[in-house]
Nanobody
Framework: QVQVVESGGGLGQPGGSLRLFCIAS???????IAWYRQASGKQRELVAS???????NYADSVKGRFLISRDNTKNSVGLTMNNLKLEDTTVYFC???????????????WGQGTQVTVSS
């Protein structure tokens, strides 16, 4: 079973920056890693994802502001959030897609979430 640990986040100001980190452990076969966010009463939405080959994908709402990066040697992903907006306030979750062994079907694991609050 893959363990997903998130860190970072906290309080940021409009126009400021925050960083989130996600580390996965428990499998050598880690595929895509993504950040999602979920506001109260709303569906969880994709923020950004990155493939094992470091190809990124961003939601339109964060394009040009957020940057996702990956270190395969540590199975870790960072999300740098620049030019923060009030609407970025919510809980952010890391999702890790992995395989239990080579050739196995893909499975996924979630972190417990980290709060990001943007306020002046």
């Amino acid at each position: 079973q893959v363990q997903v640990v998130e860190s970072g986040g906290g309080l940021g100001q409009p126009g400021g920056s925050l960083r989130l980190f996600c580390i996965a452990s428990g499998s050598p076969f880690i595929d895509d890693i993504a950040w999602y966010r979920q506001a109260s009463g709303k569906q969880r939405e994709l923020v950004a994802s990155i493939t094992r080959g470091a190809s990124p994908n961003y939601a339109d709402s964060v394009k040009g502001r957020f940057l996702i990066s990956r270190d395969n040697t540590k199975n870790s992903v960072g999300l740098t959030m620049n030019n923060l907006k009030l609407e970025d306030t919510t809980v952010y979750f890391c999702n890790v897609r992995y395989r239990r062994w080579y050739g196995a079907d893909e499975d996924d694991a979630w972190g417990q979430g980290t709060q990001v609050t943007v306020s002046s």
